[in-house]
């Protein structure tokens, strides 16, 4: 459905937002064949500098794809974050308290910091968590950390031509356009298959041993062995 869209946002915001929302809409608008347009007016303009911090935080979920952008950028990714709500749901909290526990001892051995966010966000909106929202919505609350974070690493789904032309919710051509003037916004390792993953983290076994992959959840956190994804990660 093609429909424009006139939004007045009742805080400053930069002219980089403005530009980088508009271009994010536009690949939408390519990737889904719809005309949709969207104005957008604030009353104030707000300073775009860079943030001053050099500190870098990673979303993190214990999946392959996370942990092959931990093992590339261990040196200067000093904070993991974890979400709960997002492939954990709020109606299995033993499943988050044992990954929770699990990723905390793990961010302890590698000398990282992590912070926990829960978010319903996405439960709000109709539109398809994987095709279109969870990039979205899992780096957006992370923009709140912006006063002592700079920088952002989000793993790659895909790889090669796949991660370049399917249309995916975290995505080489829009996370980056996620960033603001504060923290900017790198989506990693879509240089990587995921074969080359896997093998990447077999030469590090301290971290392979915290893999979790399982989307079944019957492990109370951990992976059941059993399922298809399981099955294709072993």
């Known amino acids: ?3 424009d869209i006139e939004l007045e946002v009742g805080i400053s915001i ?7 929302t508009l271009k994010i809409l536009s690949i939408w608008n390519r990737w889904y064949n719809c005309n949709r347009k969207i104005e957008i007016f604030s009353k104030t303009e707000a300073n775009d ?3 001053n911090s050099n500190s870098c935080a990673q979303l993190f979920s214990g999946g392959i794809d996370s942990l092959a952008t931990f093992i590339k950028n261990k040196r200067e990714i000093e904070h993991l974050i974890f979400y709960y709500g997002a492939d954990i749901p709020f109606f299995k909290p033993s499943a988050y308290k ?5 990723i905390c001892n793990f961010a302890k051995k590698q000398g990282k910091k992590i912070i926990p966010i829960s978010t319903n966000v996405r439960f709000l909106s109709r539109a398809s968590w994987e095709y279109l929202l969870h990039g979205h919505a899992m780096i957006g609350p992370a923009l709140a950390l912006s006063n002592f974070i700079g920088k952002i690493y989000v793993g790659a789904s895909f790889s090669g031509d796949c991660a370049k032309f399917l249309p995916w919710g975290s995505h080489p051509e829009l996370d ?10 790198i989506h990693d390792s879509f240089d990587l298959g995921r074969p080359q993953k896997i093998e990447l983290l077999s030469r590090h076994m ?3 041993e915290n893999l979790r992959v399982c989307p079944q959840l019957s492990g109370e956190g951990k992976n059941c062995g059993y399922c298809e994804k399981c099955y294709r990660t072993t």
């Open 98 to 102: 044992t990954a929770y526990l699990d």
């Open 206 to 208: 301290e971290i392979l």
């Open 14 to 20: 930069d002219k980089s937002t403005v530009t980088q």
């Open 49 to 51: 500098t860079r943030n």
């Open 176 to 185: 980056p356009l996620i960033s603001t003037g504060r923290i900017e916004v």
């Open 1 to 3: 459905e093609n429909s």
